[in-house]
């Protein structure tokens, strides 16, 4: 057996006002992994996933953690070919190094905080290689190196070897990651939510990778993922987790086709293709299509283009651009929800900023309820700022961490006018955290006191404030479990019947596509390549990208 976790405990110190608290965030738990094997981990957010992974790895801080039971075995291949079974808790610090990135690797859910900023992603994967490698030189690591960032797909790998983390993207960042973690080519990969960063078709090619090196390595996969889709595709075996214990485990057939918990029933039951499922009970024929409202257009792009120019040389003179939206047409009525669905680097966020004019467009027409708001100047589109909202795609960075919510949400009414005083304003802050399913009490909290989703709810609260009639939505569910998502999901749908909101929904889920938007619109490359009713598109789509991208998606059912 590869790895065996026997009754573990990872109790974790943290500190309150009254002194300090431990916390249970792993009680008891007990699975096995063989060579060959992937067992997917799936479970809320504080479930103990994570801390069940930095656990095996060690990567806990010892001054915060203790083990009070609990043994985790692991067959450790040294370099000389011998194999010794080792408890990693009872393991001296310099013999964990040794198996930590070459025996046991590990893939981080967020790329960004993983990655050394001040040096290059080359010397980041040759810094690993040759630590666990010292007879490797420097040539032969970075070969090494570009060899692995050819693996994920990395483009122009032997040019990016040199790029620093901050010049790539979210996706491109979470591949270097990848890449690191199998540039050693280790008998066990924990990997953290790998693929929720990643394009459909970026993530179909990344799990693809991973189970042909598992099949070629024999390497054992410890997957923790809330994406029921990926389970169906990597998983030999499931195991379900909630508030530090495993409710139930099996095969994966087993756990996803005939589940026992009610734990297991209600996260498979939250699933956008379940919830699909559900409301098509309801319609004719078996089948659901959400209503094209019949009403005018509430916003009409007309040949908008956003170039960025590419400065090059001594005097730093524009070489060529970089066309992000390139000659877009777009026409989102009152009241509808429109996807926008791509890869990444197509063009989907900037051309939604620039809807807005946070971004400046290089050219086009943007008509908001008849009005063409691009030759504005800032003053005169203060009136429109109202009317038109965004949120954000992380909740955490676009909430300022020095602000509480109270502030956070009655700010903006100053600025434009809405409500007669403060406490007029504090009511009606209240009165949405309500709409938006949080407490009250909230509103003196700080965001780094809140789950993710909950951070989303108040972003989500912070666009409904000013009364918007368009709200741009930035991939708002992407990292978020399939219970919160939900909830958000049902949640926009309400604001939209309620309100008669229009919605463009930048999303790279085309299961959330198929459960909330009117219509579809598929971006490449800065230009739009498809368009029309939500359900013609998925189940008949014309274009071969759209094709393209609707097969990679990673489906429960078939």
């Given at each position: 057996?590869?790895?065996t976790?026997k009754?573990?405990?990872?109790?974790?110190?943290?500190?309150t006002?009254?002194?300090?608290?431990?916390v249970?965030?792993?009680?008891?738990?007990?699975?096995?992994?063989?060579?060959?094997?992937t067992l997917?981990l799936?479970?809320?957010?504080?479930s103990?996933?994570?801390i069940?992974?930095?656990?095996?790895?060690?990567?806990?801080?010892?001054?915060?953690c203790?083990?009070?039971?609990?043994?985790?075995?692991?067959?450790?291949?040294?370099?000389?070919?011998?194999?010794e079974?080792?408890?990693?808790?009872?393991?001296?610090e310099?013999?964990?190094?040794?198996?930590?990135?070459?025996?046991?690797?590990?893939?981080f859910?967020?790329?960004?905080?993983?990655?050394?900023?001040?040096?290059?992603?080359g010397?980041?994967?040759?810094?690993?290689?040759?630590?666990?490698?010292?007879?490797?030189?420097y040539?032969?690591?970075?070969?090494?190196?570009i060899?692995a960032?050819?693996?994920?797909?990395?483009?122009?790998?032997?040019?990016?070897?040199d790029?620093?983390?901050h010049r790539?993207?979210?996706?491109?960042?979470?591949?270097?990651?990848?890449?690191m973690?199998?540039?050693?080519?280790?008998?066990?990969?924990?990997?953290?939510?790998?693929?929720?960063?990643?394009?459909?078709?970026?993530q179909?090619?990344?799990?693809?990778?991973?189970?042909?090196?598992?099949?070629?390595?024999?390497?054992?996969?410890?997957?923790?993922t809330?994406?029921?889709?990926?389970?169906?595709?990597?998983?030999?075996?499931?195991?379900?987790?909630?508030?530090?214990?495993?409710?139930?485990a099996?095969?994966l057939?087993?756990v996803?086709?005939q589940?026992?918990?009610?734990?297991?029933?209600?996260?498979?039951?939250?699933?956008?293709?379940?919830?699909?499922?559900?409301?098509?009970?309801?319609?004719?024929?078996?089948k659901?299509t959400?209503?094209?409202v019949?009403s005018?257009?509430?916003?009409?792009?007309?040949?908008?283009?956003?170039?960025?120019?590419?400065?090059?040389g001594?005097?730093?003179?524009?070489a060529?651009?970089?066309?992000?939206?390139?000659?877009?047409?777009?026409?989102?009525?009152?009241?509808?929800?429109?996807?926008?669905?791509g890869?990444?680097?197509?063009?989907?966020?900037?051309?939604?900023?620039?809807?807005l004019r946070?971004?400046?467009p290089?050219?086009?027409?943007?008509?908001?309820a008849?009005?063409n708001?691009?030759?504005?100047?800032?003053?005169?589109?203060?009136?429109f700022r109202?009317?038109?909202q965004?949120?954000?795609?992380?909740?955490m960075?676009?909430?300022?961490?020095?602000?509480?919510?109270?502030?956070?949400?009655?700010?903006?009414?100053?600025?434009?006018?809405?409500?007669?005083?403060?406490?007029?304003?504090?009511?009606?802050?209240?009165q949405?955290?309500?709409?938006?399913?949080l407490?009250?009490?909230?509103?003196?909290?700080?965001?780094?006191?809140?789950?993710?989703?909950?951070?989303?709810?108040?972003?989500?609260?912070?666009?409904?404030?000013?009364?918007?009639e368009?709200?741009?939505?930035?991939?708002?569910?992407?990292?978020?479990?399939?219970?919160?998502?939900?909830?958000?999901l049902?949640?926009?749908?309400?604001?939209?019947?309620?309100?008669?909101l229009?919605?463009?929904f930048?999303?790279?889920?085309?299961?959330?596509?198929e459960?909330v938007s009117?219509?579809?619109?598929v971006?490449?490359?800065?230009?739009?390549?498809?368009?029309?009713?939500?359900?013609?598109?998925?189940?008949?789509?014309?274009?071969?990208?759209?094709?393209?991208?609707?097969?990679a998606?990673?489906?429960?059912?078939?």
């Amino acid at each position: 057996m590869l790895l065996t976790v026997k009754n573990l405990k990872t109790w974790l110190s943290t500190g309150t006002e009254s002194g300090t608290e431990v916390v249970r965030a792993v009680d008891g738990i007990s699975f096995e992994i063989k060579k060959g094997e992937t067992l997917c981990l799936v479970g809320e957010s504080g479930s103990g996933k994570s801390i069940t992974a930095l656990s095996i790895i060690q990567l806990i801080p010892k001054d915060i953690c203790q083990h009070p039971e609990g043994q985790i075995w692991f067959d450790y291949r040294h370099n000389d070919g011998t194999q010794e079974q080792v408890n990693m808790l009872d393991l001296a610090e310099h013999p964990q190094r040794d198996i930590r990135g070459a025996r046991i690797a590990m893939i981080f859910q967020e790329p960004m905080t993983s990655l050394n900023p001040v040096y290059t992603i080359g010397d980041q994967i040759i810094e690993a290689l040759q630590l666990h490698w010292p007879e490797l030189d420097y040539d032969s690591a970075k070969q090494r190196a570009i060899d692995a960032l050819t693996q994920v797909q990395i483009p122009d790998p032997e040019q990016r070897v040199d790029e620093y983390p901050h010049r790539l993207s979210g996706g491109q960042r979470q591949r270097v990651m990848i890449a690191m973690a199998i540039a050693c080519e280790p008998d066990l990969l924990i990997a953290d939510e790998p693929t929720t960063a990643l394009d459909v078709t970026v993530q179909a090619e990344i799990l693809r990778l991973m189970k042909d090196l598992q099949e070629r390595t024999g390497m054992g996969i410890l997957f923790i993922t809330h994406d029921f889709g990926v389970v169906a595709k990597m998983a030999h075996k499931v195991a379900v987790m909630r508030n530090g214990l495993i409710v139930e485990a099996g095969s994966l057939q087993q756990v996803l086709k005939q589940p026992r918990h009610d734990y297991t029933k209600e996260l498979l039951a939250a699933l956008p293709e379940n919830m699909i499922r559900v409301r098509a009970e309801a319609g004719e024929g078996g089948k659901y299509t959400p209503a094209i409202v019949e009403s005018k257009p509430i916003l009409v792009a007309s040949g908008l283009k956003v170039y960025f120019p590419v400065k090059k040389g001594l005097w730093a003179r524009t070489a060529s651009y970089v066309k992000a939206v390139d000659d877009i047409g777009l026409t989102i009525n009152e009241g509808e929800i429109v996807a926008l669905v791509g890869e990444s680097g197509c063009g989907k966020t900037t051309l939604g900023r620039a809807l807005l004019r946070l971004i400046e467009p290089t050219d086009g027409e943007i008509c908001f309820a008849g009005t063409n708001i691009v030759p504005l100047k800032r003053r005169e589109m203060k009136p429109f700022r109202t009317k038109m909202q965004m949120i954000f795609q992380d909740p955490m960075s676009s909430l300022n961490p020095r602000l509480n919510i109270a502030t956070t949400l009655t700010e903006p009414m100053a600025v434009h006018g809405i409500g007669a005083n403060h406490e007029e304003r504090l009511d009606l802050a209240r009165q949405m955290l309500i709409r938006v399913q949080l407490p009250d009490s909230y509103l003196w909290r700080y965001p780094h006191e809140f789950s993710g989703g909950q951070r989303q709810r108040i972003g989500i609260a912070r666009a409904l404030v000013l009364d918007p009639e368009f709200i741009v939505c930035d991939e708002v569910t992407s990292a978020l479990d399939v219970s919160v998502q939900s909830e958000i999901l049902q949640m926009l749908l309400g604001l939209r019947a309620e309100r008669q909101l229009s919605l463009l929904f930048i999303t790279h889920d085309i299961g959330v596509v198929e459960y909330v938007s009117d219509r579809m619109v598929v971006m490449n490359e800065g230009k739009i390549v498809e368009q029309g009713l939500t359900d013609d598109i998925c189940h008949s789509p014309q274009e071969a990208y759209t094709q393209k991208l609707l097969a990679a998606v990673p489906r429960l059912y078939g």
